[in-house]
T-cell receptor, first 120, second 113 residues
Framework: NAGVMQNPRHLVRRRGQEARLRCSPM?????VYWYRQLPEEGLKFMVY????????ESGMPKERFSAEFPKEGPSILRIQQVVRGDSAAYFC??????????????????FGAGSRLTVL | AQSVTQLGSHVSVSEGALVLLRCNYS??????LFWYVQYPNQGLQLLLK??????LVKGINGFEAEFKKSETSFHLTKPSAHMSDAAEYFC???????????FGSGTRLQVQP
């Protein structure tokens, strides 16, 4: 079981370019979460997705950021027209669907190693 | 709405000393609480979780945490620090209907020889 796979691990972009970050969840996990970690700060929730469905995007910036989790393939976090303030580590996590009879929220999130975006 | 507050952004202990990392939570519903550890340039690894069973939770690497509802706390402890415990520790909360975790700002633990 390869765990949560993120690529690229490091990405350098110039201002105005696009950044695409990919996340393959653990086998058997159908839920994906994206978090951003700015230098010397904690993780900030961005978006929560199931296959072909955005469940919660309350943490996503209103412009330039989008996320998808298609039926086939990895989840993608896309940042258009990057600016220096987008430089951060972006972490993906995955979880299985809630077990029957359990309350949602109890599932453990398994994190990937992160993608570090540097905007020049 | 849920949130966690971690008191102390940096904690330094001597090797062999008690480790105490503080976390207080705020939640309008019964919370689920988690502690994660992050080593440099790595992702987060789960240390332990509280999901309304036993209030004293034991995790990996000798860590444990106690859920105290009266104090809205979930402090992380370890009786004897090892050099390998040096890392950043994050407390997190989730609750019914909200499966995404809300993280605290983290506490960086230094272990002095």
């Amino acid at each position: 079981n390869a765990g949560v796979m993120q690529n690229p691990r490091h990405l350098v972009r110039r201002r105005g370019q696009e950044a695409r970050l990919r996340c393959s969840p653990m086998k058997g996990h159908s839920h994906v979460y994206w978090y951003r970690q700015l230098p010397e700060e904690g993780l900030k929730f961005m978006v929560y997705l199931q296959k072909e469905n955005i469940i919660d995007e309350s943490g996503m910036p209103k412009e330039r950021f989008s996320a998808e989790f298609p039926k086939e393939g990895p989840s993608i976090l896309r940042i258009q027209q990057v600016v220096r303030g987008d430089s951060a580590a972006y972490f993906c996590a995955s979880s299985p669907p809630p077990l029957q009879g359990t309350r949602s929220g109890a599932n453990v999130l398994t994190f990937g190693a992160g993608s570090r975006l540097t905007v020049l | 709405a849920q949130s966690v507050t971690q008191l102390g952004s940096h904690v330094s202990v001597s090797e062999g000393a008690l480790v105490l990392l503080r976390c207080n939570y705020s939640s309008s519903v019964p919370p689920y609480l988690f502690w994660y550890v992050q080593y440099p340039n790595q992702g987060l690894q789960l240390l332990l979780k509280y999901t309304s069973a036993a209030t004293l939770v034991k995790g990996i690497n000798g860590f444990e945490a106690e859920f105290k509802k009266s104090e809205t706390s979930f402090h992380l402890t370890k009786p004897s620090a090892h050099m390998s415990d040096a890392a950043e520790y994050f407390c997190a909360v989730s609750g019914t209907g909200r499966r995404a975790l809300t993280f605290g700002s983290g506490t960086r633990l230094q272990v002095q020889p």
